[in-house]
């Protein structure tokens, strides 16, 4: 979790920099290394959990994982698009990119997920007083 909100957080300063220098040579390299490990860290935890786990009602994080998947989905629609229609509209590829903003929504995954460690922490505080 904590390496999945750190590279979220990376990602985020990357699409801030990416916004003050549009001009670098660099971006859509770097945007394509963060699709691959958010799409590496997805098919993990799909195959950990199991396809109809990982999808299923009774799942509590199954409307993360379908924002997860989605998210991931539009990067990788995006990318395709801009390799194989070079020529593609500037509106549908500012559109794709500002999707890509979606991901930083992660990061209130991971804040759940804090606050349970602190609970967790702060009761083996009390009770080793």
Known sequence: QMVTGLMI???AIVMGLETDLPDS???DLV???FLMVFFTELALRCYA??????FSRSNPDITWNIFDCMV???G????LTTLFFQTSSQSMATLLRTIRLLRI????????FLKQLYLLAFGFAE???
């Not at 959990?49 to 990982?54: H, K, T």
């Not at 990788?76 to 990318?79: E, V």
């Not at 929504?105 to 759940?112: A, Q, S, W």
């Open 49 to 54: 959990a199991g396809l109809s786990n990982f």
């Open 9 to 11: 957080v990376c990602n």
């Open 76 to 79: 990788i629609f995006d990318t």
């Open 25 to 27: 040579w660099a971006w």
């Open 105 to 112: 929504m992660r990061l209130f995954r991971l804040v759940r």
């Open 31 to 33: 945007e394509n290394v």
């Open 72 to 74: 991931v989905s539009i």
């Open 127 to 129: 009770a080793i007083q």
